[in-house]
């Protein structure tokens, strides 16, 4: 594997030579997304030296289990495909930034099997029904930027994600998540919420755009103070020295 991949149109095939034999090189990453593609994921297991695996949009099946040697991986990409597997295969990955492994709906377990990945800056498993958990299995993930946990099983308080210094975007939709939308408000990070069909949490997302609302002044610099809300979408942090008006955040007036 040296320059063969891409001289043979290997698309989606990068490999990394060996400094003391560079002319048996391994295959570090593998992209494939949205090509049509079948097969098993379960022969990859024995790419070792595999860095990114990027299978989305496909028609895959396997079991993450035979994924597990890979410990070497900072993304695994496989959502929209048919696998199957427990989430606690992927307990020795712990060099994952990436992991979407949404809409498989066969793939169980919890979320405890990822709190270990400390790295992670992207985890997104919504509509895989068979995972439950709880948000503090989470808390620990100081790297997190991106949330997708809609329509699994997902319990705890918003409590557990306040603190996560870089966390933007949260997807929580379809569980029973309980907590103060307030807590996460006060998040300077935090961009957008999707919270609906949790619903102690729906009751008060009039009550907290409402809340965070301000008029803007030429004297007034808005950072983090508001938040708009259009039915069936986001709420969404506006952006400094602008207002909400009529479901979005508008410029303020000299």
């Given amino acids: 594997c040296t320059g063969w991949a891409s001289s043979l149109g290997w698309y989606g095939v990068a490999?990394?030579?060996?400094?003391?034999?560079?002319?048996?090189?391994?295959?570090?990453?593998?992209?494939?997304?949205?090509?049509?593609?079948?097969?098993?994921?379960?022969?990859?297991?024995?790419?070792?030296?595999?860095?990114?695996?990027?299978?989305?949009?496909?028609?895959?099946?396997?079991?993450?289990?035979?994924?597990?040697?890979?410990?070497?991986?900072?993304?695994?990409?496989?959502?929209?495909?048919?696998?199957?597997?427990?989430?606690?295969?992927?307990?020795?990955?712990?060099?994952?930034?990436i992991l979407d492994l949404q809409h498989n709906p066969l793939i169980t377990g919890s979320l405890e099997a990822v709190a270990g990945l400390d790295?992670?800056?992207?985890?997104?498993?919504?509509?895989?029904?068979?995972?439950?958990?709880?948000?503090?299995?989470?808390?620990?993930?100081?790297?997190?930027?991106?949330?997708?946990?809609?329509?699994?099983?997902?319990?705890?308080s918003l409590d557990s994600l306040a603190h996560l210094p870089t966390l933007e975007f949260v997807d929580l939709r379809n569980n029973s998540v309980i907590g103060s939308l307030s807590v996460l408000g006060s998040s300077k990070s935090i961009r957008q919420l999707l919270v609906d069909g949790n619903s102690e949490l729906e009751q008060q997302m009039g009550v907290f755009v409402s809340a965070s609302s301000q008029d803007c002044s030429q004297e007034q610099d808005q950072t983090t103070s508001c938040w708009t809300h259009a039915p069936n979408s986001y709420i969404s942090r506006c952006p400094a020295n602008t207002r909400v008006y009529s479901y979005s955040c508008e410029p303020c007036q000299p």
Wanted: hydrophobic share 35%.
């Fill in 15 to 97: 490999c990394e030579q060996r400094p003391l034999d560079p002319a048996r090189g391994r295959i570090a990453s593998l992209k494939l997304p949205r090509f049509g593609l079948r097969g098993s994921i379960d022969s990859l297991g024995s790419l070792t030296e595999l860095r990114e695996l990027n299978l989305a949009d496909n028609n895959f099946s396997g079991n993450l289990d035979m994924l597990g040697s890979l410990t070497r991986l900072t993304e695994l990409r496989l959502e929209r495909n048919s696998i199957i597997g427990e989430l606690g295969a992927l307990r020795q990955m712990r060099e994952l930034e």
């Fill in 119 to 156: 790295k992670l800056e992207m985890l997104r498993l919504s509509s895989n029904s068979q995972v439950d958990g709880s948000l503090d299995d989470l808390s620990n993930l100081s790297a997190l930027r991106r949330l997708s946990l809609a329509s699994i099983g997902v319990t705890g």
